[in-house]
């Protein structure tokens, strides 16, 4: 079983900066992809930005030089950097994995809010 936990979410206002952490735990073999996505409401979830084992990283043009994303493979743990702030970027912020334990599957965390007020 794997589990992802995030945190870091929370309220602030245009033009600031919030840092979203995302930990997995479980019989984890290896991680091959790591990611956030995010849904507002009223919306579907989009992708934010994701890493792959290899350090390739791809960015939601939206987000585009003001989030950064982050991985430390030791710790099976990833960051998102995220600044200059606006309100559109405000939804709930899940982290997810594409995981290899006895098998390869994607997992998900419960999702963090991010309100970002003008």
């Known amino acids: 079983q794997v589990q992802l936990v995030e945190s870091g979410g929370g309220l602030v206002q245009a033009g600031g900066s919030l840092r979203l952490s995302c930990a997995a735990s479980?019989?984890?073999?290896?991680?091959?992809?790591m990611g956030w996505y995010r849904q507002a409401p009223g919306k579907q979830r989009e992708l934010v930005a994701t890493?792959?084992?290899?350090?390739?990283?791809d960015y939601a043009d939206s987000v585009k030089g003001r989030f950064t994303i982050s991985r430390d493979n030791a710790k099976n743990t990833w960051n998102l950097q995220m600044n200059s702030l606006k309100p559109e970027d405000t939804a709930v912020y899940y982290c997810n994995a594409v995981v290899v334990t006895s098998y390869q599957g994607i997992y998900w965390g419960q999702g963090t809010q991010v309100i970002v007020s003008s």
């Open positions: 479980g019989s984890i073999f290896k991680i091959n992809a």
């Open positions: 890493i792959t084992s290899g350090g390739r990283l």
